[in-house]
């Protein structure tokens, strides 16, 4: 097997490979002896069918595998001889393929990018200097007595921060709102529905609007759905709410006290202050860290310059459209507004997917130059910890990630964060207020 490599520009190259008809013919008869050892036509017992038969039989199966060994032989003894690191499937080109005369294929592929490391270490990166304060903690505390908050019915006019029990039916212009949105039948209309007073509250304005009102009352609330609105039918239009005040209910948080620290789990209130500082503390330095990591990263892009394999640049972008995509359905965008966004979604995907291709390909380098691996420990810890959050057994998680090459994804985001830390740790860090 004769192999030759062509640079093709950027991280594309062509294999060029040529096959003796004596090497392939060894080949043709290797796997023709594999399939008899296994196979039994009519007549013959397995593995006693005569190997001409076989050759008739399977011919078209025989010469497919040979090809598909051929390949597999050719790129090892590329990645082999010529130090290539292929990042792309192969695409196959026949050339020439005639009885008794060499057999000649072509492969195109994308090889990892040649290019020289920036200096990565001493990267300057500016830490504001930040601390927890006590109104930190208070402000914790009560983000904690709203989670425990409960109503109560009141006797009174509505006022910021109650919960309005209401009855509503929704028109524009005189006609039903599932007239113009079929599918906003919960905009439309409902019984017994609980709205805040925060002007953002469920529809803009609508709770604003019921300040003021008592038990019983009926008032119109005027709401203009604002662009991006869903259903997009609706953007842009003025409607008119019929709404009935059944209930005011004040909001009525828990006392902050010992027995409400019990209810979190703390011995006393003291102790759920110093357990909240120390969640406050942790926050603050993980924001910082990955803050300065983000300055790091900005810093190697930019220090950088090397062609990208576009396959994998390709593969990111769909990747992140299908992110983005599914981010927004679950928030309740529509197809529609999704669709009208595609051209700029796919360019914001391709932008993001690129500094992602780019990003790696330096890390791992940084990461080989110092000797940055991960560990079967620490790749084994990180599944353990993944079973605990998904709640399945750990050997069930290993055999699902061994099926679609999960392990190796793990190895990988191990060494990109562990490269990471010890640029952060060898960064010029600057402490500014």
Not at 306 to 330: C, G, H, K
Not at 375 to 390: D, S
Request: net charge negative; aromatic share 8%; proline share 5%.
């Amino acid at each position: 097997m004769n192999i030759t490599i062509d640079n093709l520009g950027g991280c594309k190259k062509l294999i060029r490979v040529e096959v003796s008809p004596e090497e392939y013919q060894r080949e043709f008869d290797s796997v023709a002896t594999e399939i008899q050892k296994s196979v039994a036509l009519p007549g013959f017992r397995p593995g006693k069918t005569p190997k001409n038969l076989i050759i008739k039989r399977f011919e078209k199966e025989i010469a497919e595998e040979v090809r598909e060994n051929l390949i597999r032989n050719s790129l090892r003894r590329a990645i082999e001889e010529h130090k290539l690191v292929i990042v792309s499937q192969p695409e196959y080109e026949e050339v020439q393929f005639v009885a008794g005369q060499p057999y000649l294929f072509l492969l195109r592929v994308e090889t990892a990018p040649e290019f020289e490391l920036p200096e990565y270490k001493g990267i300057p990166v500016k830490r504001k200097l930040a601390s927890v304060t006590e109104q930190d903690i208070e402000k914790a505390l009560n983000v904690l007595r709203e989670k425990q908050a409960t109503y109560q019915t009141v006797n009174r006019p509505v006022e910021k921060g109650d919960i309005v029990v209401v009855n509503f039916v929704g028109y524009v212009d005189s006609k039903p709102l599932t007239e113009i949105a079929p599918s906003a039948k919960g905009l439309a209309e409902q019984k017994n529905f609980w709205v805040g007073t925060d002007p953002e509250t469920f529809l803009p304005g609508f709770g604003a609007q019921l300040l003021g009102a008592c038990a019983g009352e009926k008032r119109q609330v005027a709401v203009l759905f604002p662009a991006g609105f869903q259903p997009q039918e609706l953007v842009g239009l003025q409607a008119t709410y019929e709404v009935e005040v059944v209930e005011v209910k004040q909001k009525v948080l828990p006392e902050l006290n010992d027995e409400f620290a019990k209810s979190w789990g703390a011995e006393n209130l003291e102790k759920l202050r110093e357990g909240v500082r120390r969640d406050l503390e942790r926050e603050l330095h993980y924001t910082q860290k990955k803050n300065i990591q983000a300055q790091i990263i900005q810093t190697l892009l930019s220090r950088a310059q090397f062609e990208l394999p576009e396959s994998l640049v390709a593969q990111e972008t769909r990747d992140i459209v299908y992110d983005i995509v599914a981010e927004n359905t679950r928030r309740g965008v529509s197809k529609e507004l999704l669709e009208q966004h595609k051209d700029e979604i796919f360019r914001t995907a391709m932008v993001n997917a690129r500094d992602r291709v780019k990003l790696n390909f330096i890390l791992f380098k940084i990461a080989e130059k110092e000797g940055i691996k991960a560990t079967p420990e620490e790749i084994m810890r990180r599944i353990y910890t993944m079973a605990t959050l998904y709640q399945i057994p750990a050997d069930k998680l290993i055999k699902e990630l061994q099926k679609r090459g999960g392990i190796e994804e793990i190895q990988d985001k191990l060494i990109i964060e562990k490269t990471l830390e010890f640029l952060e740790a060898n960064a010029a860090i600057e402490d500014v207020p």
